[in-house]
């Protein structure tokens, strides 16, 4: 969906994806590799491949997930089970990593500009946040996991509907990923913008912002 498509002043909550989206997942990978590579051959550097071979196996089953709708069987004990694991492998990494640029900025002024603001993943996402110092940019935080449901299914984003109040086009949804973020937000009937696709920097985010609301009073 192009910015010039979206009527900004219907928009009243915004949704975030939070992995590729806040912070680069690809950077990520490539310092946990890193760090696996450089491990001493020891019982931690074991006890780390063990931990990249199941997140690895866990992220293919999702996949496959997602290309039969969307649909998820799980309970919370297999999802704390794997963010301990995240929080003691990933969550330092991902400290180190550090949002985007522009991020922190961008969730500012987006925050004071719209009702509320909420984090939407598929993967329950509250420890990464705590590691990006983002936990507090948010109204409410939605896990497609702990829904039953990840993108590209619409629910989760009904979800939020639901919880807020709100018609379908007024939730602006920011994701990376058409095949899931554009396809869920759309299949619901919400906004959505793409990093790579719409915008490519979180600067150029609040640009297109303050473009779209100059647009609007004219």
């Known amino acids: 969906m192009r910015s010039e498509e979206i009527d900004i002043g219907a928009v009243r909550a915004v949704s975030w994806d939070v992995d590729g989206t806040l912070y680069s997942t690809r950077r990520l990978t490539a310092r946990f590799c890193v760090t696996l590579l450089s491990a001493p051959l020891d019982g931690n550097a074991t006890a780390a491949w063990r931990a990249a071979g199941g997140m690895r196996r866990f992220r293919k089953r999702m996949e496959q997930v997602r290309a039969n709708g969307g649909r998820l069987q799980t309970d919370d ?4 089970e794997r963010v301990a694991v995240e929080q003691a492998w990933l969550s330092p990494e991902i400290a180190a990593l550090g949002a985007r640029p ?29 590691s990006l110092g983002l ?9 497609g996991e702990r829904l ?20 379908p086009e007024s939730l602006l949804h920011i994701g990376n990923r058409p095949e899931t973020d554009g396809a869920g937000a759309a299949a619901a009937g919400c906004r959505v913008l793409l990093l790579g696709q719409d915008f490519r920097s979180f600067a150029g985010l ?3 912002l303050a473009s779209m609301e100059v647009g609007t009073r004219r």
């Not at 936990?135 to 896990?143: E, T």
Request: net charge neutral; hydrophobic share 40%.
């Open 135 to 143: 936990l507090g940019c948010f109204d409410a935080i939605y896990s």
């Open 148 to 167: 039953g449901y990840l993108k590209p299914s619409p629910e989760p984003f009904r979800r939020i509907l639901r919880d807020l109040g709100l018609q």
């Open 102 to 130: 522009g991020v922190a900025s961008t969730l500012r002024a987006f925050r004071a500009r719209f009702e509320s603001q909420v984090a939407l993943s598929d993967f329950e996402p509250t420890h990464k946040l705590a």
């Open 206 to 208: 609040e640009s297109m």
């Open 77 to 80: 004990a297999s999802i704390e």
